[in-house]
């Protein structure tokens, strides 16, 4: 039984500076160097812990494209993009095409070989 507190306590870890910057944003909700903290936690993390986190991103900061991209990014798994652009993309006017391209321009590197 003890076995099952610990391994809770190693699942719940927070790291201090995630406390911190957790401290500095129920002071001010607009710290965006406590977000940078929250975000680089987050982009570690999988989607399904991760999740909470983006919310409350987009929810403090709903017209930032920025936070939405970052979002969307971790919500939707690469196969699924590379599938998208595989079957459905090449299929698209060539004008919609590059700016969804430019949507993900970290993955579009794995995606188009030149």
């Known amino acids: 039984m003890s076995g099952d507190g610990a391994t809770e306590q190693a699942a719940e870890y927070v790291p201090e500076k ?4 957790e401290k500095k ?5 607009y710290d965006l160097d406590a977000w940078s903290i929250l975000i680089r936690e987050a982009q570690n993390q ?4 991760a999740r909470k986190t983006y919310e409350r991103l987009v929810a403090q900061f709903p017209s930032s ?3 939405w991209k970052l979002y969307i990014e ?5 196969n699924l993009i590379q599938t998208f652009f595989f079957f459905g993309g ?4 060539p004008k919609p095409q590059k700016k ?9 590197s794995s995606l188009v070989k030149n």
Do not use: Q, T
């Open 25 to 29: 944003l129920e002071e001010n909700p």
């Open 18 to 21: 995630v406390k911190k910057a």
């Open 65 to 67: 494209g920025r936070f």
């Open 46 to 49: 999988p989607i399904d812990k």
């Open 100 to 108: 969804i391209m430019n949507i993900f321009p970290r993955k579009r």
């Open 74 to 78: 971790a919500e939707v798994p690469d």
């Open 90 to 93: 090449m299929h698209l006017h």
